[in-house]
């Protein structure tokens, strides 16, 4: 049931190979006492007015495939939705038609839709950004930022560009002889170069050293969180010599929350069973591969919808 037994049972086979804990045991980052501190703070994000309309829209599209329940039938139409509702809690602007529409509907009602400010109001978690990265900037902190969609990325990128911080970038499309120039660039620029390093939580997750930085946002979560823990690996690792402070961002009542509560469940049994082997699991926890969890996340995702006037006022407070 844990890895205490498995050594007890692998040393009853080969004493010699599998008799010393100390050797058998892997050492955990937490356990090296050079290694300074890393704190993870998770920021509960309201969905913006305009973004829960969309938010809504999705779930309306697509109720009856939701009534109908998780079936093989139905199974392309709830991933869609899932997928729909997973890129609409990042920004709407990541949604097809959306950014025009959005647009329009700002002229018509005689709102400011001028393109930057709309980028930032459109998006809850773009709101709070806006807030975040200038008050670390001014810190002198050095912030990496990983998103799982390659056109958040871009959104990300734009917004800044128009504000005016250097960056560097690697997602799936960078070439491998890139790569390792913009890592070192970022590295070795000290505190006058990159404030912000944007990179795919898939491409950029593994095998880079980033301890330049001493923040991490979690733009949108993994499934999987152990691609998440790797991604916090990239500056929170042997070389770092600041605490680590992680920003992870949610979507409050939303689909997104549901997903990423159900993977840390799966995370806590992992680590309760299987104590350091646990990441080695990490890939059997996608919920979007079992019918029926995706079936009660995709109900649970629409809990928030229950009461739009409390929305409206909680995103409005936020």
């Known amino acids: 049931n844990n890895m205490a037994d498995l050594q007890g049972l692998l040393s009853v086979l080969d004493a010699d190979l599998f008799g010393d804990e100390a050797d058998f045991f892997a050492r955990l ?36 495939a939701l009534m109908e329940g998780a079936s093989m039938r139905n199974l392309p139409s709830l991933r869609n939705l899932a997928m729909e509702l997973r890129k609409v809690c990042c920004h709407p602007f990541l949604c097809n038609g959306v950014e025009s529409d959005l ?14 400010q709309l980028l930032v109001e459109a998006s809850g978690k773009m709101v ?9 900037r001014g810190e002198g902190r050095k912030v990496v930022l990983f998103s799982q969609f390659k056109m958040m990325l871009d959104v990300l ?23 390792q120039r913009r890592i070192d660039r970022f590295c070795e620029s000290g505190d006058g170069g990159a404030f912000v390093f944007l990179l795919s939580t898939r491409a950029g997750g593994q095998g880079i050293t980033l301890t330049a930085a001493d923040t991490v946002v979690i ?38 929350a ?7 469940r799966k995370q806590g049994l992992d680590e309760a069973l299987l104590g350091s082997l646990a990441p080695q699991r990490g890939g ?35």
């Not at 993994?222 to 961002?249: E, F």
């Open 128 to 136: 709070l950004l806006a807030k975040l990265l200038p008050k670390l």
């Open 284 to 318: 059997e926890a996608d919920p979007e591969k079992d019918l029926r969890r995706i079936g009660e996340l995709l109900k649970n995702g629409a809990h928030g919808l229950a009461d739009p006037a409390a929305a409206e006022a909680a995103s409005a407070a936020f």
């Open 157 to 179: 990128e734009d917004w800044a560009r128009a504000s005016g911080w250097p960056l560097e970038r690697i997602d799936g499309d960078t070439p491998q002889r890139d790569r």
């Open 219 to 256: 733009y949108d979560s993994d499934w999987n969180p152990q691609n998440d823990l790797q991604a916090m690996a990239r500056c929170h690792r042997i070389g770092q010599s600041k605490k680590v402070t992680v920003y992870r961002l949610l979507a409050r009542d939303t689909y997104e």
């Open 29 to 64: 980052k937490e356990d090296v006492e050079t290694l300074p501190q890393k704190e993870e703070v998770v920021i509960w994000v309201e969905l913006a007015a305009e973004q829960r309309l969309y938010y809504r829209a999705i779930y309306e599209k697509q109720i009856g």
């Open 103 to 116: 647009q329009a509907r700002r002229e018509a009602a005689g709102l400011p839709s001028a393109a930057l």
């Open 258 to 264: 549901q997903v990423f509560e159900a993977s840390s």
